[in-house]
C-alpha cells in the first residue's frame, strides 16, 4: 500500500507572484516557519512589531498543541480520552473547540463527529499501518461514536468509557484564530498565516489590495484551480488527495471517514474550500462539507449564511457560493457553477 500526503492552499507562492508596486520598504515581511500539529506552517507579519508578533504566536501555536493532541498524553484531550468515563478539567481553549464542534455537529447532521477516532484508528491513518477494517469492525467501533454522550459541564468534559474523541478537524483552524489575536496584541495589521494548507489573514497586504490565494486543483495537486481574493479572511480546504493510500485493490482510501458508515466519505466532493472570518468555524465547516456533498453542502450554506465555499465535484464541476463570485477566477477549462441563495 501507498500512502500519500499534499497539503492544499498555496497562499505563499502567490502572495510572493502578485506583489503590487507600493513602497518597498512597507512591503517588507517578518517571516517564521515551525512544525507544529504534524504539518508544516508559515507565519508573515509586516510592521514594527511583526517580530513580537511571530514570537508570541509561535509560543501560542506550541501551546495549543499541548493542550489538544489526541496522542501527547500530557493533553487535556488524551486525559479525557483515557478516563474510563471519569470527568476531566479543561481550559477555556479546549472548551472552546469543543463548542465549536457542537455546532458544526448539529448543522451539518452529523457530519462532522469529532468521535471518530478509533475508526480512524482501525484504517491505520493514525499510524501508519494502513489497511482496510472489515464491515464488522467498523460496524463495532461506530457502536462508540456517539458524539453526543460527549459532555462538557462546569468546564469539566466526559468522554464515555469505550469512546475516544479527536480534534485534527479544528485544532488548526483554532490555532489560526489564536495567531491573528496574537498579531492584533502585537499591533500588526496586516499578515497572513499558511497552518500546512489552512491560510488565515488579517486586513489586506500592506499596499491596500486583498491578498490572491490559490485553491488547490484535486485532479492536479501540484496546479492551482483557482484564485481568490480576500481580506480579513480564513480559506480552508479539505480534499481527497491530501492524505490517503492505495489499497491492494487498487483503490484509493482517504482520511475523511463519513460517520453514516465509517468509509472513506464518497458523496460526489473531492475538494472542500470554505472561506470565512472565523478560522474555527471554518475548518470544522470543511470537513463537514465534504461529507455532506454537493447537495446538503449547498442547503448546509443557505440555511448558515455565514460562510462562503468552493466545493468540486468527482466529475469536474467548480460551485461556488453567491458571495464570493466576483472574487474567484477560474485557471481550468472546469465549469463554474453559483450556488444561488
Known sequence: ?????????SALLLLTLCGCGADPAAQEAKSLDLFAMDTYMNLKAYGSHADAALKASADRITELEKLLSVTDAGSEIYAANHADGAAVGISPDTETVLDMAAKVYAESRGALNIAMYPVLQAWGFTTGAYQVPDGEQIAALLAETDFLQVTVRDSKLTVPAGMQIDLGALAKGYAGECVMECMRENGVKSAIISLGGNVQAIGSKPDGSAWKVGITNP????????????????????GNYERYFE??????????????????????????????????????????????????????????????AVLVTEDARILITAGIQDGFENLTEMPVEVIAP
Not at 496546479?223 to 481568490?228: A, D, K, Q, R, S
Open 1 to 9: 500500500m501507498q500512502m500519500r500526503k499534499k497539503y492544499a492552499v
Open 219 to 238: 485532479f492536479l495537486p501540484d496546479e492551482n484551480l483557482g484564485i481568490l481574493q480576500v481580506t480579513d479572511s480564513a480559506v480552508i480546504t479539505s
Open 247 to 308: 489499497g491492494d485493490d487498487g483503490q484509493r482510501y482517504w482520511h475523511i471517514l463519513d460517520p453514516a458508515d465509517g468509509f472513506p466519505a464518497d458523496n460526489g466532493i473531492v475538494s472542500a474550500t470554505v472561506i470565512g472570518a472565523n478560522g474555527l468555524y471554518c475548518d470544522a465547516l470543511s470537513t463537514a462539507l465534504f461529507v455532506e456533498g454537493a447537495d446538503r453542502a449547498a442547503a448546509h450554506w443557505r440555511a448558515a449564511q455565514d460562510f462562503q
